[in-house]
C-alpha cells in the first residue's frame, strides 16, 4: 500500500483526537459549572471534531483499501457517508470561526461581549455552525443528483474554498491579530506604569503559543486544500498532496481540544482535580 507511514500516522492522530474531544464533551457534560456560554461553543466543536476523528480516517482508509473493487450496491450508501464527512469537516471550521469571535470579543470589545454574547446568541451561532454546514451539503447533494456537468462541480468548489476555507482564514487571522494586539498593548502600559499583570505571564504565554499552533496548522490546511481544488479544477492534485491535506485536517482537530479546552482555565483546574483524586486513590 501507498503513503503506508502516513496513514500509520493518520490513524493515530484520529485515536487521539476521538479521546482528546471525546474528554471534553464527557467532562463538561458531567460538571455543572462547566456549562458556560464559552464551554458551549467549546462542546459544539469537540462534537464536530470527534466525528472527524471517528470517520475521515477510517473512511478514506476503507476507500483506499477496497478500491474500485466495492459493489455498486453501495454507491448510495457511500454517497452518503462521503457527504457526512464534509458536513462534520465544515461544521468544524465553522464552530471553530465561532469561538474565536467569542475570545475576539471578549479580549478586544469585553462590554459590548457582555451585551452582545447571551445564551440565546450563543445557541443562535451554535445552530448557524451546524445549519449553514448541513443547508450547504444537502443543496450540493441535490444539485449534484440533477446535473452532474462540469460547470456545477467546479462552481461548488469555488463556493467550498470561499465559504469554508478563505473566509474563516480571514477571519480567524484578523481575530487572533486583534487579539495579539490588544493583549501587546496591556502589557505595554502595565509596564509603563509600573504595574503587575493579574494574569500568570507563563500561562498567558503558553496559552497564545497554543492557539498560534492551531491557526498555523488551519492556514496551512486551507491552503494544501485551496491548491488542491485549484489543481483538480486545471488539472488533477497529487495523491501525496491529497493524503497530507486529510492529515492536516486530522491534525487540526486533535490539537483543538488542546488548545481550545486544556488551556481554559476552569476546564484545566477540573482535569487537574481529576488527576489528583486518580492520584490518591492509586496511592
Known amino acids: ?30 460538571k455543572r459549572h462547566l456549562r458556560t456560554k464559552t464551554n458551549a461553543l467549546i462542546v459544539s466543536l469537540a462534537v464536530a471534531d470527534f466525528l ?18 466495492y459493489p455498486k450496491v453501495l454507491d448510495k450508501g457511500l454517497y452518503i457517508i462521503l457527504r457526512l464527512r464534509w458536513l462534520f ?13 467569542d475570545r475576539y470579543l471578549a479580549v478586544v470589545k469585553p462590554l459590548k461581549y457582555l451585551r452582545f454574547m447571551t445564551s440565546s446568541r450563543v445557541i443562535q451561532l451554535i445552530s448557524f455552525s451546524w445549519g449553514a454546514a448541513a443547508a450547504f451539503i444537502l443543496l450540493q447533494s441535490f444539485l449534484w443528483v440533477k446535473s452532474r456537468g462540469p460547470l456545477v462541480v467546479d462552481t461548488f468548489r469555488w463556493l467550498v474554498i470561499i465559504i469554508f476555507h478563505a473566509f474563516p482564514c480571514v477571519l480567524i487571522f484578523f481575530c487572533f491579530a486583534s487579539m495579539l494586539r490588544v493583549i501587546y498593548k496591556q502589557h ?54 491529497q493524503r497530507i491535506a486529510l492529515f492536516t485536517v486530522i491534525l487540526n482537530s486533535a490539537v483543538n481540544p488542546l488548545a481550545y479546552a486544556f488551556f481554559k482555565r476552569d476546564i484545566k483546574k477540573e482535569i487537574k482535580k481529576l488527576t489528583c483524586r486518580t492520584s490518591v486513590r492509586r496511592a
Not at 52 to 69: A, D, K, Q, Y
Not at 89 to 101: G, P, R
Not at 199 to 225: D, T
Request: some cysteine; overall charge neutral.
Open 52 to 69: 472527524v476523528g471517528l470517520h475521515l480516517i477510517p473512511l478514506m482508509f476503507s476507500l483506499e483499501v477496497i478500491g474500485p473493487s
Open 89 to 101: 469537516q465544515d461544521a468544524s471550521i465553522l464552530c471553530m470561526c465561532s469561538l474565536v469571535l
Open 1 to 30: 500500500m501507498e503513503f503506508l507511514w502516513l496513514w500509520i500516522l493518520g490513524w493515530f492522530v484520529s485515536i487521539l483526537t476521538v479521546i482528546g474531544n471525546g474528554f471534553v464533551i464527557l467532562l463538561v457534560y458531567s
Open 188 to 241: 505595554r502600559e502595565a509596564h509603563v506604569l509600573g504595574r503587575q499583570r493579574p494574569l500568570n505571564n507563563r500561562r498567558e504565554k503558553s496559552a497564545l503559543i497554543m492557539m498560534s499552533i492551531v491557526v498555523a496548522l488551519f492556514l496551512v490546511y486551507c491552503a494544501i486544500y485551496i491548491g488542491c481544488v485549484l489543481k483538480f479544477i486545471t488539472d488533477e492534485c497529487d495523491g501525496y498532496i
